[in-house]
């Protein structure tokens, strides 16, 4: 199976990364940290804010 690229709009791109945030459970760190990731490389800028950024033992 060939892999094809999609072009989206930034409307339906950010609909998709809201609607997977809202799925997340706050608690989940592991979790908001690979959204974070997602928004980063989808976006193609940093997401602002400490806990986008924090290592596993929770230190900035």
Excluded at 9 to 26: H, P, V
Excluded at 32 to 54: C, M, T
Aim: charged share 45%; hydrophobic share 35%; glycine share 10%.
């Amino acid at each position: 199976m060939s892999r094809v690229a999609l072009l989206r709009g930034e409307e339906e791109r950010l609909e998709r990364l809201a609607e997977k945030a809202a799925g997340i459970d706050e608690a989940d760190e592991a979790g908001l940290e690979r959204w974070s990731r997602e928004v980063e490389r989808e976006l193609g800028e940093e997401v602002p804010g400490d806990a986008a950024h924090e290592d596993a033992s929770g230190d900035v």
